[in-house]
């Protein structure tokens, strides 16, 4: 029988490939960060994650490594490797000391297709966040592998009473497509920073400053921006947050930087602390990620609290944005399109531009500052504990 929630916090056992203190796998760990900080006092959250941050080979020193840690408001367990970790995800998954699982990813074999494979057989509620991995752009990287997997996964019928978060209405669109109509999709957008940068903000006269803060893979197409850059005339500094993730394709950046024109400079700052992302994006003018796609795009949320006009594609959830006066989404197709705006950035007039920040920072208090994403996760996880 169900437990009495108006006695009990609904428990919530949850699946990350990576979390705190890791920082490699970008915005998924701000996503579970965020939700934990802001639903924690209506939820109780445990935690189950790997024992090292993405790509590397020693496990981290900070936290005690096959045992429960409390990390901020939520207890995590970081799982060893091999055979020892898939015991330890079956071991707390048998003590059944949860109401809901909930998993963070389709494809990641070990912490999202074993402990969904364990939750059917015993008979749990489970909730299933693909995080943008049925976008278009995703599913074009490693592709067979995807579509054997899916193929897979519709032959156990392992959508059958899971329920599918997803964070937008293009989310849903993307997940129905692949996985079929019939699925159980609730949307329940991801909880966006509460920190936010300042208006009085003086930028460099005549250099536009722009930032890249995100993992360098093909997914976040690093590639094609600074392609773009050759064909902007205005004097730029283009300044590269984020870890190497992919090394023989920040190779290929590499050799597209080298090409560049004079009065374009990129320089790569290396990966950037969760916890400075806000402030230091707050001392640019303008920051551009021409994404292949994003469930969310913690990335793009920050720059926007950090008051910065922002240039993307129209492959996320962030749309219509020159309507709300804070940036543009173009098409990919189009890559004269960005070099053309990121042009009209660098010749604004200064009252014009600091007119435009101050639109950005307003927008994103009204946005940021409501309940609405946390209220709506809280609400996911109560839908999926009472539903029969």
């Known amino acids: 029988m169900p437990s009495n929630l108006s006695k009990h916090p609904l428990k919530v056992l949850t699946f990350a490939g990576v979390f705190l203190p890791g920082y490699k796998g970008g915005g998924p760990i ?11 006092n209506d939820i109780s959250f445990k935690l189950v994650t790997s024992d090292r941050d993405l790509g590397d080979e020693k496990p981290y020193s900070s936290v005690v490594c096959g045992e429960w840690n409390q990390v901020g408001n939520a207890s995590v367990f970081y799982a060893q490797p091999g055979k020892q970790g898939y015991r330890q995800i079956a071991g707390i998954l048998r ?21 969904l494979l364990l939750t059917k057989l015993l008979r749990q509620r489970v909730v299933l966040s693909p995080r943008g991995e049925f976008s278009d752009g995703a599913l074009g990287l490693k592709s067979l592998k995807k579509k054997v997997f899916i ?9 059958r009473g899971t329920v599918f978060q997803v964070s937008s209405k293009f989310e ?31 930028r460099t006269q005549g250099v536009l400053r722009a930032v890249f803060v995100s993992r360098i893979s093909p997914m976040k197409n690093l590639l094609m921006a600074l392609e773009s850059l050759r064909n902007v005339r205005s004097p730029m500094v283009y300044d590269i947050y984020g870890p190497a993730e992919d090394k023989a394709y920040w190779d290929r950046c590499q050799k597209v930087i080298e090409t560049l024109p004079e009065h374009i400079q990129v320089e790569h700052k290396g990966p950037l602390n969760p916890v400075d992302v806000v402030k230091t994006m707050s001392g640019y003018d303008a920051f551009y990620l021409p994404t292949k796609g994003e469930n969310y795009g913690h990335a793009i949320a920050e720059a926007i609290c950090a008051g910065l006009p922002i240039v ?18 173009l098409p990919l197709d189009n890559p004269d399109a960005f070099s053309a705006v990121l042009d009209k950035l660098a010749t604004m007039p200064d009252d014009e531009y600091h007119a435009m920040r101050e639109q950005v920072l307003t927008w994103a208090k009204n946005k940021f500052s409501q309940r609405d994403a946390i209220e709506a996760n809280i609400a996911l996880f109560k839908y999926a504990y009472e539903k029969k």
């Open 30 to 40: 701000k996503t579970i960060k965020n939700l934990f900080e802001q639903a924690g």
């Open 95 to 115: 003590e059944k000391n949860y109401d809901v699982v909930y998993l963070n990813s389709f494809f990641s074999p070990r912490f999202s297709f074993y402990p």
């Open 151 to 159: 193929a897979f996964y519709k032959l156990l019928r392992l959508h």
């Open 172 to 202: 849903e669109r993307d997940l129905r497509r692949v996985l079929g109509p019939k699925l159980d999709v609730r949307v329940a957008e991801n909880i966006g920073a509460q920190e936010f940068g300042e208006a009085s903000y003086k």
């Open 312 to 329: 993307i594609a129209d492959t996320t959830p962030w749309r219509n944005l020159q309507a709300h006066g804070i940036g543009w989404d």
